[in-house]
Nanobody, 121 residues
Framework: QVQLVESGGGLVQPGGSLRLSCAASGSSFSMDVMGWHRQAPGKQRELVADITSGGSTNDADSVKGRFTISRDNAKNTVHLQMNSLKPEDTAVYYC???????????????WGQGTQVTVSS
């Protein structure tokens, strides 16, 4: 099993910044892809950004130029630096990991419990 622990989030004014972090634990797994999705009230969950163990990133068009995803492979931690936040960024942000079991090669997806980000004046 892989456990995910999220931190960060909260209330920020428009134009402000927040940093989300997620630490994954599970010594029998390789964390191949780590990233963040978000879900706003009444909307479907959507990809925000993800990053492979090799450093390749994938960002939603709505956050390009404002959000930066990074990871520390040694600590199995992923960070999302969110700048120039807008009210439409308000959502619950979920960490997720695509993990590969080292012994079997099987792949699994794991989700964090979610952290609220609210952008409001």
């Amino acid at each position: 099993q892989v456990q995910l622990v999220e931190s960060g989030g909260g209330l920020v004014q428009p134009g402000g910044s927040l940093r989300l972090s997620c630490a994954a634990s599970g010594s029998s797994f390789s964390m191949d892809v780590m990233g963040w999705h978000r879900q706003a009230p009444g909307k479907q969950r959507e990809l925000v950004a993800d990053i492979t163990s090799g450093g390749s990133t994938n960002d939603a068009d709505s956050v390009k130029g404002r959000f930066t995803i990074s990871r520390d492979n040694a600590k199995n931690t992923v960070h999302l630096q969110m700048n120039s936040l807008k009210p439409e960024d308000t959502a619950v942000y979920y960490c997720y990991v695509e993990a590969r079991e080292l012994m079997s090669g099987r792949r699994f997806a794991y989700w964090g419990q979610g952290t609220q980000v609210t952008v409001s004046s």
